[in-house]
């Protein structure tokens, strides 16, 4: 250590042998500090006789031991250390042991700032180090990148969710006969076949032929439509609003659905029915003696189908639950999975996959379940012993009981909807008209005059 007279007070301070600058600990005032006082003899000449000071009594180097090595809590009590402003409270107050700084900083009043000395605010001090300017901006570069690195990632985790799928877009398409037309499949019904009617809309107004025996066609009066379905003996329909109307039998209150709101669209079984909400749950009222309507504990739920007495929903990722009867295994549907639609039949369950493919399980009557060499589909449908598939380029194909031809859909052309009956087949042709083919004791066949425009 070596020693130095402030040039400012006049004072003598200590400070570390090759510094080139420092702060006076009496006064504040910064020094450069050229030469140093050698401390061999603390009454020395600095360097001027006539100088301020000169010869004034410096401090022996016994009394400055205590200003930074005094055994703790006893005081810097040396009297040489009571400068006007030092600190703006008495040295006793400061000893070591209580937080007393290695290096003491000026406050405003020329005196020391030490930790609780209220009175002695510190002020900023002038210019910055430059590598320590060079590390900030480093660092706040560097936290700033990390920052948004992690905020990309969130958002991509985010967004890596499970996409259900679109059902105005092609799942597959090519291959069969070549008609000049590429079919998509849509998730609104606009053509239905119930047991022994047929109901389609046609601009925007709801029509219905066949048998009317319990005012299952009684749907002229309906507006607003914009989904359908027919059961066995009755007919629902899904309003703009997510109200849903109802007609035909209701000997198990499958017509009750009045108070139903937010539905999006629904499914008539043969004595039941369901109703799919925004939401992805599913409400369901009519026949439950198999527990066909035990519904409410489904979620993520986009697609609905009800068959005689069994109920099965399609969920968003794929994958296929069912209730209800299962004594044909046509609820056994728990291993199926990228399916994209589904239909039910009375007694017999199908899934399409997002290949084009088909997968069927349930009685298998007369074949109504043989669907594994099908291709290129794009939408299913299932009625009482026959399953019907629409293929990308606008035919179909059939299979199951075919003793009324149900199943001669092969020279039907430019189809985009199709819709399996009780014992007949009906579709929707791109240019507006329909096709029917199957039983007609009761006139569900008579579709020739329907035309959309």
């Known amino acids: 250590m070596a020693y130095f007279k402030c040039t400012n007070c006049g004072e003598i301070f200590e400070a570390a042998e090759g510094m080139t600058s420092t702060y006076c600990p009496h006064c504040g005032a910064q020094q450069l500090l050229p030469g140093a006082y050698d401390g061999a003899d603390p009454q020395a000449d600095f360097?001027?006789?006539?100088a301020q000071g000169y010869g004034e009594q410096i401090p022996a180097q016994s009394d400055y031991q205590g200003?930074?090595?005094?055994?703790?809590?006893q005081p810097y009590g040396a009297q040489d250390y009571n400068a006007q402003n030092y600190g703006q409270q008495p040295y006793q107050n400061y000893q070591q042991g209580t937080g007393y700084p290695q290096n003491p900083i000026p406050n405003q009043q020329g005196g020391i700032s030490y930790p609780g000395d209220g009175n002695a605010p510190v002020p900023a001090k002038k210019g910055m180090n430059k590598g320590l300017l060079i590390g900030l901006i480093i660092g706040g570069a560097a936290l700033l990148i990390t920052i948004i690195a992690v905020v990309a990632i969130i958002i991509s985790a985010n967004s890596?969710?499970?996409v259900p799928w679109n059902p105005q877009e092609t799942i597959a398409g090519g291959g069969g006969k070549d008609t000049g037309i590429t079919v998509t499949a849509s998730d609104k019904a606009t053509i239905s076949a119930g047991g022994t009617h047929t109901v389609a809309?046609?601009?925007?107004?709801v029509v219905a032929v066949g048998n009317n025996g319990d005012g299952q066609c009684n749907v002229s009066n309906w507006s607003n439509i914009v989904t359908i379905s027919a059961g066995y003996e009755h007919t629902l329909g899904v309003q703009a609003d997510g109200k849903v109307v109802a007609t035909g039998s209701d000997v198990f209150g499958q017509c009750d659905v009045s108070t139903w709101s937010d539905i999006t669209s629904v499914a008539a079984g043969t004595f039941h029915s369901l109703g799919l909400k925004k939401d992805g749950t599913v409400v369901a009222v009519g026949d439950n003696d198999d527990g066909q309507s035990d519904v409410s504990g489904w979620n993520n739920i986009i697609a609905i189908a009800a068959g005689y007495h069994h109920s099965v929903g399609l969920k968003s990722d794929g994958t296929v639950v069912a209730v209800g009867g299962n004594d044909e295994g046509q609820c056994d549907v728990s291993g199926w999975t990228n399916i994209v639609a589904i239909?039910?039949?009375?007694?017999?369950?199908?899934?399409?996959?997002?290949?084009?493919?088909v997968v069927a399980t349930g009685v298998n009557l007369g074949g109504e379940t043989e669907t594994s060499a099908w291709s290129d589909i794009v939408s299913i449908s299932a009625g009482y012993h026959h399953t019907m598939g629409l293929k990308s380029n606008g035919t179909v194909v059939a299979v199951g009981v075919n003793y009324d031809d149900r199943c001669e859909t092969g020279t039907w052309t430019n189809v985009t909807e199709i819709a399996a009956g009780g014992y007949f087949s009906a579709?929707?042709?791109i240019d507006g008209s329909f096709y029917a083919i199957g039983a007609s004791d009761d006139g569900q066949l008579n579709v020739g005059g329907w035309k959309a425009n």
Do not use: C, F, M, W
Not at 47 to 50: F, H, I, T
Not at 67 to 73: I, K, L, R
Not at 343 to 357: E, I, Y
């Open 67 to 73: 200003y930074a090595e005094q055994p703790q809590n």
């Open 160 to 162: 890596v969710k499970p």
């Open 201 to 205: 809309i046609i601009d925007g107004t």
């Open 47 to 50: 360097s001027d006789p006539n």
């Open 427 to 429: 579709a929707r042709s």
């Open 343 to 357: 239909a039910v039949g009375d007694d017999h369950t199908v899934g399409l996959k997002k290949d084009g493919t």
